[in-house]
């Protein structure tokens, strides 16, 4: 009896770890590998909010969008003015085509654009 509950609890504790190895629980003492750069997760949380990912990669929110450019490449280019833009005035585009919707600027705050842009800026 003692050996079938050993046995149990055993298998138990091994399918505990592997789920949480799975689902990415950790002790506190490494920092992930991917999310939002620290101290700036209120940006982050706006770009999922916003279902940037939806069609951007970025690699500091763990989205892999294929129908906007890839975040990882493009960033590097961008001052915080230019993507202000970018995100508000889609017909700035220089390129002349950016399929961002048109009404980001009305469905965020200020504050929102702040922190998503600080984010952005932070990722690259």
């Given at each position: ?25 950790r ?8 999310g ?38 493009r ?44 984010f ?5």
């Amino acid at each position: 009896m003692r050996e079938a509950l050993a046995a149990g609890l055993g298998a138990a504790a091994l399918a505990f770890a592997a789920v949480a190895l799975g689902v990415g629980i950790r002790d506190g003492s490494a920092a992930p590998t991917t999310g939002a750069p620290t101290g700036h997760e209120p940006g982050r949380a706006v770009f999922v909010r916003m279902g940037c990912g939806s069609c951007h990669t970025l690699e500091a929110a763990g989205s892999a969008g294929s129908i906007g450019p890839n975040l990882d490449e493009r960033l590097g280019g961008h001052t915080r003015a230019s993507l202000i833009a970018q995100i508000t005035d889609p017909s700035s585009d220089a390129d002349g085509f950016n399929m961002m919707p048109t009404d980001f600027g009305s469905r965020m705050s200020a504050g929102e654009l702040d922190s998503l842009v600080r984010f952005l800026l932070a990722a690259r």
